[in-house]
C-alpha cells in the first residue's frame, strides 16, 4: 500500500494516558486524556491506507478518515482538523463518545490482525488541538478552500464537505431549530453555512440537549460543549433557552406568527422507560436520567456549592447494559457508593460500548450478568433496602437478534442495597406530537420522517434523531441532522 | 433574563413576586407551573402561577420561604432579575363545565388556589372558597378571593380569627347544608388534600388535587416527580400537576416528599454562608 510514512506494525494501538482508576472514583475530571502528539504520530502511522477505505463507509457522516490519519501521520495537525471538520461539524464530541468500535474502527482493516486504527482517539486528538491551536487551524480550513478553488481535485473532495450538506443559497430563510442536542446542532450548523437565520429552542435553560443533561462530565467535558455552542453562536446561530414549544410556542404558531420558514425537530428520546416491577417507588430508586440531570445540568456532585443535592447510597444496583447505564454507574460510583450493575443478557448482548464497561470495571464497578430484578423491596419508612434478582439463561434470538433471555425458576436471590437506579431506555416525549396538527407518529409517538431528507407529513416541518429512531447514537442523530439539513435547503428553495 | 418589577411581602413568610415574562403570561393558565434559577448556581425550583397579565406581560409567583432556594428569592428587590425561568409547564387545570364548585386552599396553596377560583368566578360558575391557616396573621389574599367568590370561609388551627377548625370541616358543613358541589379542587399540604378527597369520596364528588413532588426538569425527563395514582406513577410535570384526587396514593406521596430533606440543612448554611449566594432543594411549588 502507498504511504507516506512508514506503516508502524505494531498490533495493539498505541495506549492513550487515562487518570488513574483509583482517583477517578473520586473525581467527575474527564478520564481519557488524549493522545500526545507523539502517540498520535505513532498511531496514525498505523493506518496502511488501504485503498477500499473501509472506515469512511463505517461513518455515519462520512469523514474521511485515511485523508486526516494520514495528515496526522505527517504532524500536519492543523490540516488533520481540517479534513475532519469538513465532514464532521462536532469532532471533539464525536471523538470522544462514537461508539467506534461498531463503526470506522469495527471495520479497519488492521484489526483484522490485531487492534483497529484507534481512529476516534485520532479524532479525538485532531479537535482537541485545533482548539489550542485556533489560528492554524483556521488558516488550514483557508488552505483547504484555496487549493480547491486553484481546481485541486482532492482538497474540492474533501471542501464540499465543508460547504456543507447544503447546497442552496438560504439568505433570507428563517428556520426554527428545536431541541439543541446533537441533530438539532448540526442541521444548524449545516443550514447557517448558507446564510439560513436559524433559532434554536431549547427548553432546559442550557444548550446541547444530551451531551449537557445526560453524557457526564468525566466523559465528555461540558467546557467542550459549550465551545462548540458557542461557534455556532459566532456563525449566526441565535439561541432561546427556557423555551419548551408544544407549551411556549407550538410549531404553527412558529410558523404563522413567528415567520419560520421551515421548522426542524430534533427533539431526541427523553421520557424514562421504567422496568414496570414492584416497588420502584421507593426512596432511593430512581431513573438514570434523575441522576445524571442532577449531576450533569446541575452539577449536583458540587453540592451545596451548586444547590441541587443528588442522593447517594453505599450500595447501589444499575439496571441496564447500555451506555446510559454504565455512565450512571460510573456516575454512582463517584459519588461514593458501591455499584453492580444488573443485566438480564450476557456480556455479548449488553448494547454498551466496550470502552465503557472496561472503564467501569476498572473503577470497581461490578457486574451480574444474567440476572433481572424482579421486586424491589423497601424497609418500614418506604427506602428501598434490597433487590430481588432472578438468574435468566438465553434462549432463542428475538426479534432483534439477540438471544431471549428467560429466568431460571427457583434462582431468586436477594441483593442488599439503600439505591437503585433504573437505566432501561427512554421514549419519544409525546409533546411536540400532541401539539402539532397533521404531524404523523408511529403509536411510540416517534415522528414519521423520510429518511434521505427527515420530511414529515407536515409541510415545512422536518425531523431527525432520537425523535424519529428512538433512543441511538450522537453520531446517527448527527447523521440524521445533516440529512434533514439538505432536505430543508431542497424545500425552501423549491417553494 | 427576567426582571422581577414587583415584590411584596403578603405575611411574614409568604412573598408575592411579579416577574417580567411576556412569552409565558400569553400563554400560562390556572393550574400550570413555572420553573425559575435565580442564579447559575441555583436550583431549578417549581411554582404554581398565582396570577398572569398578558397585556402588562408578567406573571405573578406567590412563595414561602421555606428552603435556601425561596430564602434567597424573597431576598431579591424590583429591578434584580431572575436568571431563567421557563413555562408554561403541566397542564391546565380542567375547570370548563364546572357549575358549583368549591376551591380549597391550604396555607400557601391558596395563592394556587385563587386563580382558579377567579376563573371560575369569571366563567359564570358558583365558587365557595374554603381556605386555611395556621393563624389569623397568615391569612392570604382574602380580598382578593372575596371578590372572584359566592362565599368565603376562612379556617384558622388557632380559632385566632374566630373560626377554628380545619377546612374539611368547613367543607363537610357545606355539603350538609346541601351547597351540591359538581367540582372540588384542592391545593395544599399533601396531608390536607387526602382528607379533602376523604371527605368528598362518599358524595362521588369530581376532586381535583394539584400535586407538588420534587421536580428537577419539569418537562417528562427525570421522573423524580412521580405520582402514585391508582395503580400507575404518573409524572406531575407532563400528566398534571392536577389529578383526580380519588386516586391520588397520598401515603406515597408523603413519603417520596421528604427524599432530600436531609440535604436541607446543608444548603441553607451554604446558602447563609455564600452572603445570600446560595440555597436549595425542599421547597416545592405550592404548600
Known amino acids: 500500500m502507498a504511504t507516506s510514512y512508514e506503516v508502524n506494525r505494531q498490533k495493539e494501538k498505541t495506549p492513550v494516558s487515562e487518570l488513574d482508576p483509583a482517583d477517578r472514583a473520586k473525581t467527575f475530571d474527564e478520564v481519557a486524556l488524549g493522545y500526545t502528539e507523539e502517540e498520535a504520530v505513532a498511531e496514525a502511522r498505523r493506518c496502511i491506507q488501504c485503498p477500499n477505505t473501509p472506515c469512511v463507509g463505517g461513518c455515519p457522516v462520512g469523514v474521511p478518515i485515511p485523508r486526516f490519519v494520514e495528515q496526522v501521520a505527517e504532524g500536519n495537525f492543523a490540516r488533520a482538523y481540517a479534513i475532519v471538520k469538513s465532514a464532521n461539524s462536532l469532532p471533539a464530541i464525536c471523538g470522544r463518545v462514537c461508539p467506534q468500535e461498531t463503526q470506522c474502527e469495527g471495520v479497519c482493516t488492521r484489526g483484522r490482525n490485531g487492534e483497529p486504527v484507534a481512529i476516534g482517539r485520532l479524532e479525538r486528538f485532531t479537535s482537541d488541538w485545533a482548539f489550542a491551536h485556533p489560528e492554524e487551524a483556521a488558516a488550514a480550513m483557508d488552505g483547504l478552500r484555496e487549493e480547491c478553488a486553484a481546481g485541486d481535485e482532492l482538497a474540492c473532495s474533501i471542501w464540499r464537505?465543508?460547504?456543507?450538506?447544503?447546497?442552496?443559497?438560504?439568505?433570507?430563510?428563517?428556520?426554527?431549530?428545536?431541541?439543541?442536542?446533537?441533530?438539532?446542532?448540526?442541521?444548524a450548523g449545516e443550514l447557517v453555512k448558507r446564510g439560513c437565520d436559524i433559532t434554536v429552542f431549547e427548553a432546559l435553560h442550557k444548550v446541547g440537549g444530551v451531551l449537557t443533561y445526560g453524557i457526564p462530565e468525566f466523559r465528555l467535558p461540558k467546557d467542550l460543549v459549550q465551545r462548540e455552542v458557542s461557534k455556532l453562536g459566532d456563525k449566526g446561530v441565535s439561541f432561546e433557552v427556557n423555551a419548551l414549544v408544544g407549551k411556549l410556542y407550538d410549531i404553527d404558531e412558529l410558523m404563522e406568527d413567528r415567520g419560520f420558514d421551515a421548522v426542524f425537530v430534533g427533539t431526541g428520546a427523553g421520557l424514562p422507560s421504567y422496568l414496570g416491577i414492584e416497588g420502584e417507588g421507593l426512596n432511593g430508586v430512581s431513573v438514570a436520567s434523575e441522576l445524571l440531570t442532577?449531576?450533569?445540568?446541575?452539577?449536583?456532585?458540587?453540592?451545596?456549592?451548586?444547590?441541587?443535592?443528588?442522593?447517594?447510597?453505599?450500595?447501589?444496583?444499575?439496571?441496564?447494559?447500555?451506555?446510559?447505564?454504565?455512565?450512571?454507574?460510573?456516575?454512582?460510583?463517584?459519588?461514593?457508593?458501591?455499584?453492580?450493575?444488573?443485566?438480564?443478557?450476557?456480556?455479548?448482548?449488553m448494547p454498551a460500548r466496550a470502552e465503557e464497561v472496561h472503564h467501569a470495571e476498572q473503577e470497581g464497578i461490578k457486574f451480574l450478568l444474567l440476572t433481572n430484578p424482579v421486586r424491589i423491596l423497601g424497609d418500614e419508612s418506604g427506602w428501598v433496602s434490597g433487590v430481588e434478582c432472578v438468574r435468566m439463561e438465553l434462549g432463542e434470538p428475538d426479534a432483534s437478534g439477540r438471544r431471549r433471555p428467560a429466568p431460571?425458576?427457583?434462582?431468586?436471590?436477594?441483593?442488599?442495597?439503600?439505591?437503585?437506579?433504573?437505566?432501561a431506555g427512554s421514549k419519544t416525549n409525546p409533546l411536540i406530537a400532541k401539539t402539532t396538527p397533521g404531524l404523523e407518529v408511529t403509536p411510540r409517538s416517534l415522528i414519521v420522517a423520510d429518511e434521505r431528507t427527515g420530511a414529515t407529513s407536515k409541510p415545512g416541518v422536518f425531523a431527525g434523531g432520537d425523535a424519529v429512531i428512538g433512543a441511538a447514537t450522537v453520531i446517527l442523530a448527527m447523521g440524521a441532522g445533516k440529512r434533514a439539513a439538505a432536505g430543508i435547503g431542497e424545500y425552501l428553495t423549491q417553494e | 433574563m427576567y426582571p422581577i418589577e414587583r415584590v411584596e411581602p403578603l405575611n411574614a413568610e409568604v412573598t408575592r413576586m411579579v416577574v417580567r415574562a411576556p412569552e409565558i403570561a400569553r400563554k400560562i393558565r390556572p393550574g400550570q407551573f413555572i420553573m425559575l434559577r435565580i442564579d447559575e448556581r441555583g436550583e431549578r425550583i417549581p411554582l404554581t402561577m398565582n396570577e398572569c397579565d398578558p397585556e402588562a406581560g408578567t406573571v405573578t409567583i406567590v412563595f414561602q420561604a421555606v428552603g435556601a432556594t425561596t430564602m434567597r428569592l424573597a431576598q431579591l428587590k424590583a429591578g434584580d432579575a431572575l436568571l431563567d425561568f421557563a413555562g408554561p409547564l403541566g397542564n391546565p387545570t380542567e375547570l370548563e363545565g364546572a357549575r358549583r364548585a368549591c376551591v380549597i386552599g391550604g396555607g400557601l396553596g391558596t395563592a394556587i388556589a385563587y386563580p382558579q377560583a377567579k376563573w371560575l368566578h369569571e366563567h359564570g360558575c358558583e365558587v365557595d372558597v374554603i381556605t386555611g391557616f395556621r393563624t389569623k396573621d397568615l391569612i392570604l389574599l382574602e380580598d382578593e378571593i372575596n371578590a372572584c367568590s359566592t362565599r368565603q370561609i376562612i379556617m384558622t388551627d388557632d380559632g385566632s380569627n374566630g373560626n377554628k377548625g380545619l377546612v374539611t370541616q368547613a367543607l363537610q358543613?357545606?355539603?350538609?347544608?346541601?351547597?351540591?358541589?359538581d367540582l372540588v379542587l384542592a391545593v395544599g399540604p399533601v396531608i390536607m388534600m387526602k382528607f379533602v378527597a376523604a371527605t368528598t369520596k362518599p358524595y362521588g364528588i369530581k376532586t381535583l388535587v394539584s400535586m407538588n413532588p420534587l421536580m428537577i426538569d419539569g418537562t417528562g425527563m427525570c421522573g423524580g416527580c412521580r405520582v402514585k395514582v391508582g395503580d400507575e406513577y404518573l409524572h406531575a410535570c407532563v400528566d398534571g400537576p392536577d389529578f383526580d384526587g380519588h386516586l391520588v396514593d397520598y401515603d406515597d406521596a408523603m413519603r417520596r416528599g421528604v427524599m432530600y430533606r436531609s440535604f436541607e440543612g446543608a444548603a441553607r448554611e451554604a446558602a447563609e454562608g455564600r452572603d445570600c449566594n446560595g440555597g436549595t432543594d425542599g421547597e416545592r411549588k405550592g404548600a
Open chain 1, 408 to 423: 431460571i425458576e427457583g434462582s431468586e436471590f436477594v441483593i442488599d442495597i439503600d439505591m437503585l437506579v433504573v437505566a
Open chain 1, 294 to 349: 442532577r449531576v450533569n445540568l446541575m452539577k449536583a456532585y458540587q453540592f451545596p456549592e451548586y444547590e441541587t443535592p443528588v442522593y447517594a447510597g453505599k450500595k447501589c444496583v444499575v439496571v441496564g447494559g447500555g451506555n446510559v447505564a454504565m455512565d450512571a454507574a460510573r456516575t454512582a460510583r463517584r459519588l461514593g457508593a458501591d455499584v453492580t450493575v444488573v443485566y438480564r443478557r450476557g456480556r455479548e448482548e
Open chain 1, 161 to 187: 464537505g465543508a460547504e456543507g450538506a447544503v447546497s442552496q443559497d438560504l439568505a433570507g430563510k428563517r428556520v426554527a431549530v428545536i431541541g439543541s442536542g446533537p441533530a438539532s446542532l448540526t442541521c
Open chain 2, 173 to 181: 358543613q357545606r355539603i350538609d347544608e346541601g351547597a351540591d358541589y
